[in-house]
């Protein structure tokens, strides 16, 4: 996401927000027709408004020159919690944050944080919320102590208070010991940590973090994961967008997934896992070596299929839940005579969840 550059990104004054464009006659009926429309507002008041989401857009619109980058979005992000924001190139990720961050005001619908709006109360909702982008367009020829100095007077903290509250964040993203470097010098991932300290010195409650691991070797990715556990722990609330939905699934809580300037999904990532067609499938992993055991799972009464699954002892069991309840079933794989190593849910690979929700190109 690169439409926002790192000073654009920073607290820009309300007049510099990109004030909304009235949405056509088609936009405001189907608003109002949507089972979540504007119409809906008053009575949904209460659920939409609750302090507890650290984020909620409303049935929420947003046109570029005529052209839908979102349409009708719906979705919170609970308090305290580390939720991905997945999608695929010009999903409407970077327009969802930037309405989030108040650097867009939405054409139609709500955006709140912490149950403020981003409109009425944009000055509390700055003080609420840490963005970073996921480059540095400028300020690469500053030190990361001039940089995060620069940032930290600009949200009014004394000289003498900015001292203290730099070595503070740069310790949580154990950067002290390059106070004084360049940034232009530092790794990508050491970027990317001066990034997030820099997001940290107002100390918000909400970190808008877009594609923080991208272009990260594997090392530096797990140490970023690492601290973003550490800061959520601290009780940040973290929304974090990315393209790849695997690489979200250890960390993150919940996630909301956006296709073409729709939500696709938004929840827990177990019920993304959980596929319904699969209820009455589970995958049973025998000895390494044993003998095929695809017919004597099928001839178990009330088994629908069995099937190999994966490179070793592996097979997805399909029963009838009318004839046989996964207990039974299990108990009786077991009683084969062949040592079973493990049984499970069968959940669907992440990577295949996504595919099946978003849509193959680039907009
Ligand atoms: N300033 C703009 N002017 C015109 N169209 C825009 C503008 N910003 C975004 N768009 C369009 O809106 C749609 C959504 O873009 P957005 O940047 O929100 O998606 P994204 O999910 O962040 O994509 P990416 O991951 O590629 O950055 C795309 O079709 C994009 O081309």
Redesign the pocket.
Known sequence: ???MSDDEAQAAPPDQVQQPTPLDNEDFEKAASSPAGAADEASDQIAWADPNHAISLHNVTHR??G?K??DRVSFVVEKGALHGFV????????????LVCTLLQPQAGRVRVFGEDVVDNIRKVRTMIGFMPDHFSTYRQMTVNEYLDFFAAAYGLPPARRIEVIEQVLSLVDMNHRQNDLISGLSRGMQQRVGLARVLVNDPELLLLD?PASGLDPRARIELMDILRALRSMGKTIFI?S?ILSELAELCDAVTI?DR?EIRFSGRIGDLLTNPQNRHTLRFEFAPGSADMREALAQIEGVVSAEKSGEGAGYRVEFDPARLDANQLVVRVASLGVPLVSFSEDRRQLNEAFMDLTTAG??
């Open positions: 996401m690169n439409h570029y020159q052209k980058a979102l999608g695929p190139n010009g999903a409407g990720k970077t327009t969802s944050l930037k594609e967008s393209h956006i300037g680039v907009r």
